[in-house]
């Protein structure tokens, strides 16, 4: 078994190593059809004040719980948890499995199973935890669609029950090196043995690394008031900058007046909502997010409100917190020292200001073609730390009005993660995912239950290579 999985990480080896090739333009397609949503021009309004906001001491952790089934693939949820969202009709959650693999390798994997949620328990031992059971066991929902996106996939889901459309599971869809012209979003019935796939659509003409990333549902009263009734955000943070240098967010609706779904692909109208400028543009770190760094990871998120009156937009990830971040591998001898690769042609190499390193830091440590290096090529930093960051939801609504332009709104608070992470990756991993405080993919997937209050969230590799899933009580 373990050499399989292995053989996964060796494909991602392999395409990080083209990363520096890939663009970020889309050509567009004929659209086909066009759904019954208003114009995506918002009519400008005065943005409302900020309200009640939450803050770090509004979230309480619970503890976790661990995910049931075995470990043979494409049927197990190691080396998943690419996306995850709330069943509040059941109770339940949905969580994607093993992730499919190129050229040929695991052409099916990606499933999606449903699992019932255990109280969780607060313990630094995975033997307390209890387990999630199956409510429905995988399936392949996706079979026959994003053929041409399977290396390393990038999956956002949301469940909706929406009273146009009835229960549907929304998807977006990417990859790692996002091919140009591909549509990336669709949907499909939450009976996952008889999935009905629709789609596939684009989110207007942005650019496709700024969009299937991750998806979640948009307060009600919020996405009437301020976005037209599109009640879904979907968006993706692509470290190096190339969706955007921070997490980005769009407001759709994929489905027509009489709640049918669009043409396969139609270009769906979409606001804006949360969008930094892209390193493709710009050699500089501007119109950015405040500390942000090229190896960021914001690979879920969540729109809170609460019965108090109190709400926020939450991204959970992986940040970039080191005095230095880089392109290239870790150090052998300490994690302050940067290792440049030197195939770069960009800024490989920066201090935690955006500004560049001494000119003694890009001379590289080791010889990538001998295979001396510590770690796999990537970004890498000093330091990584899981967080939340929260986004106040009335700077958004000032940019879908148009007063505030995507990049001007910043989070407010952060919460870091650490202390309740168990951050203990498969050894044959590490090489990848990295030790110590140069750890990152930490965090994967969020989703919320706005009834309850209770925030899941998903830490990569922390049972072998499979997820836990960790609860906060938001209040």
């Known amino acids: 078994m373990k050499p399989y999985l292995s053989h996964s990480l ?15 333009t889309e050509t567009p397609i004929a659209v086909t059809d066009t759904p019954a949503n208003p114009p995506a021009s918002p009519t400008p309004f005065a943005a409302p004040p900020s309200g009640d906001l939450l803050g770090p001491d509004d979230f309480t952790y619970l503890g976790a719980f ?14 998943g948890g690419n996306a995850m969202t709330f069943n509040p009709d059941n ?5 994607m499995g093993h992730n499919r693999m190129p050229y040929g390798e ?13 109280e969780p328990v607060d313990s630094r031992n995975l033997d307390d935890l209890p387990y999630a059971a199956f409510r429905q066991d995988f399936q392949d929902v996706t079979a026959g669609y994003f053929t041409e996106l399977e290396e390393i996939p990038k999956v956002g889901l949301q469940y909706l029950n929406h009273p146009a459309t009835g229960p549907k599971i929304h998807i977006g869809w990417g990859q790692h090196l996002q091919p140009d012209g591909i549509a990336s979003h669709g949907w499909f019935s939450a009976n996952l043995a008889e999935p009905n796939f629709q789609g596939t659509w684009f989110i207007g003409e942005q650019n496709l690394y700024s969009t299937n990333g991750y998806l979640f549902d948009i307060s009600t009263n919020w996405a009437d008031t301020y976005v037209h009734g599109r009640n879904l955000a979907t968006g993706r943070m692509r470290d190096g900058g190339q969706g955007g240098m921070g997490p980005t967010l769009f407001a759709y609706r994929p489905w027509l007046e009489d709640g049918s779904p669009p043409a396969p692909g139609t270009h769906l109208p979409e606001m804006t909502l949360l969008l930094y400028e892209n390193a ?25 409100t609460t019965a108090s009156g109190k709400s926020a937009v939450l991204f959970a990830g992986t940040k970039s917190t080191g005095a230095k971040y880089w392109y ?3 150090h052998p001898d300490g994690p302050e020292l940067p290792c440049v690769s030197p195939h770069a042609d960009f800024t490989a190499c920066r201090l935690a200001d955006g500004t560049p390193c001494p000119p003694e830091d ?14 796999g090529r990537g970004w890498w930093s000093t330091r990584f730390d899981a967080q939340f960051i929260l986004y106040d939801p009335a700077q958004l ?18 919460l870091d993660l650490d202390e309740h992470l168990y951050l203990n990756p498969p050894e044959w991993d590490v090489t990848m995912l990295g030790w110590g405080d140069q750890r990152r993919n930490r965090i994967g997937d969020a989703s919320f239950d706005r009834a309850s209050g209770r925030l899941y969230v998903l830490e990569l590799y922390a049972d072998g290579g499979k997820p836990v899933v960790h609860v906060w009580q938001v209040e």
């Open 10 to 24: 060796v494909i991602i080896l392999l395409s990080v190593l083209l990363a520096c090739s890939a663009q970020g």
């Open 66 to 79: 661990r995910l049931p089934g075995g470990d043979d693939p494409p049927r197990t949820f190691a080396y």
């Open 91 to 95: 109770g339940t959650l949905f969580v």
């Open 106 to 118: 695991l052409p099916d994997g990606n499933q999606l199973a449903e699992i019932s949620i255990p």
């Open 280 to 304: 493709y543009n710009t050699e500089n770190i501007e119109r950015a997010m405040n500390g942000y760094q090229h190896p960021d990871e914001w690979e879920g998120g969540a729109w809170l």
């Open 328 to 330: 290239g591998f870790i």
């Open 362 to 375: 890009f001379a590289g440590c080791c010889d990538e073609d001998a295979g001396t290096c510590a770690s």
């Open 397 to 414: 609504a000032q940019v879908a009005a148009g007063t505030l332009e995507s990049w001007q709104p910043q989070p407010y608070a952060s």
